[in-house]
């Protein structure tokens, strides 16, 4: 299971033109080659939320890749890809980004395993463009008007990251993270590594940026009946940010959907249950049943 630095490493980055800004998008990429042919299973592209990046799936996307190919960015304002000031990093405008990138990719159609508000990214994908999207999954994941929480707007208001004494920053960061398991044992990877991205300057401001960019009508305006894919909600069960409450709403919206819920999983349901959403993952993507 690759670290932080190892994973940040072996990625790779594209510049895509998002509301006419030149904007450097960096992603994590697996066996490209699995679909080159007509008969391969379409690719399988992981989207983040806030305040994580593409390393909140260390420990899915590597084993997905095995047998398909796999990509993985960083949401615009996140991770390494664009953090400068003068863009928008609204849901919005992170479609448009993942558009443009599967485009510079070459890549038709996907499979969609998203998170927070990487949910309300690929939702909106899915509902706008249904033939790109073969199948969705969405694990708490925001939507309608679930979003935003407390925690992430106190972050957007202006100058309130910048000012934080360092020891009250990381405090936050640890609040939102470590206190954020269901277990503290064990994820001190998981901690260093959703740190890591926000320890600059730049970071902290991108973050603030990030924050201040949840816009609740960005999922209150979605058409979820449009959303053909077939659908794995995969759903911490004890979430108290995107309750189970939300994905049961989706499972009744949506055309062809099955909700699976993992107990003692908090909101990071990825980091608390590994194995088990690993397992539930690939038996959807492989044959379709949750």
Not at 93 to 113: C, H, K, P
Not at 186 to 215: C, I, Y
Not at 268 to 275: K, L, Q
């Amino acid at each position: 299971m690759p670290g932080h630095d190892e994973w940040s490493d072996r990625q790779e980055t594209a510049t895509v033109t998002v509301d006419g800004h030149e904007l450097d998008v960096a992603y994590y990429e697996e066996n490209e080659a699995r679909s080159t042919s007509p008969d391969d299973d379409p690719p399988v592209v992981f989207l983040h939320g806030i305040p994580t990046w593409s390393f909140l799936w260390r420990e899915i996307a590597p084993t997905v890749a095995e047998e398909r190919r796999v990509v993985a960015p960083d949401l615009l304002g996140y991770g390494n890809s664009a953090m400068h000031d003068g863009f928008d990093r609204s849901i919005r405008a992170q479609e448009a980004m993942l558009d443009a990138l599967l485009d510079r990719l070459g890549i038709e159609t996907v499979s969609l395993v998203a998170h927070d508000i990487g949910g309300g990214v690929a939702t909106r994908y899915a509902a706008h463009d249904p033939e790109a999207v073969e199948k969705l999954v969405l694990s708490n994941a925001v939507c309608y008007d679930s979003w935003p929480v407390e925690f992430v707007n106190g972050l957007g208001i202006p100058g309130t990251v910048e000012e934080l004494s360092d020891e009250e920053f990381d405090a936050k960061l640890d609040f939102a993270f470590a206190d954020g398991l269901y277990d503290d044992e064990g994820h001190d990877e998981f901690v260093a590594g959703m740190k890591a991205p926000w320890q600059t300057e730049e970071g902290r401001v991108s973050l603030s940026r990030n924050a201040v960019a949840t816009n609740t009508n960005h999922t209150t305006e979605i058409d979820y009946e449009a959303i053909t894919a077939e659908t794995l909600l995969l759903w911490g069960g004890d979430d108290v940010l995107q309750p189970v409450s939300y994905a049961e709403r989706l499972a009744d919206d949506l055309r062809d959907a099955e909700l699976a819920v993992l107990d003692r999983a908090y909101h990071w349901v990825v980091e608390d249950r590994p194995e088990a959403y690993r397992d539930r993952l690939e038996s959807f993507l492989a044959e379709g049943e949750p």
